[in-house]
């Protein structure tokens, strides 16, 4: 019940744009950072690693996307940096 319940909330904080979860990033963090042991504070502090575990899901994303085109092929992908 509590797992099935914690899911609904991740997939209601994932179905947010990412840049308007970076934004409120900041907002989170500076109330948790003024550490008014509170009601408010805690939920401050829960959101903020909420919204920062959407940034940790996407970058493993795209680091998982990077290896896997390296992959292909067996070298990695080359790209012409100088001239």
Same mark, same amino acid.
């Given at each position: ?20 979860? !970076?934004? +409120? ?7 948790? *950072? ?8 805690? #939920?401050? %502090? ?11 899901? !996407?970058? +493993? ?7 896997? *085109? ?8 080359? #790209?012409? %940096?100088?001239?």
């Amino acid at each position: 019940m509590i797992a099935e319940a914690i899911e609904r909330l991740a997939d209601r904080v994932l179905a947010y744009d990412e840049p308007d979860l !970076n934004e +409120l990033l900041n907002y989170f963090k500076s109330r948790m *950072e003024q550490l008014e042991i509170s009601p408010a504070w805690e #939920r401050a %502090v829960i959101a903020y690693f909420l919204i920062n575990g959407v940034r940790v899901k !996407n970058a +493993l994303k795209r680091g998982n996307t990077a290896k896997t *085109e390296r992959q292909q092929g067996g070298r990695p992908t080359l #790209r012409l %940096v100088k001239v």
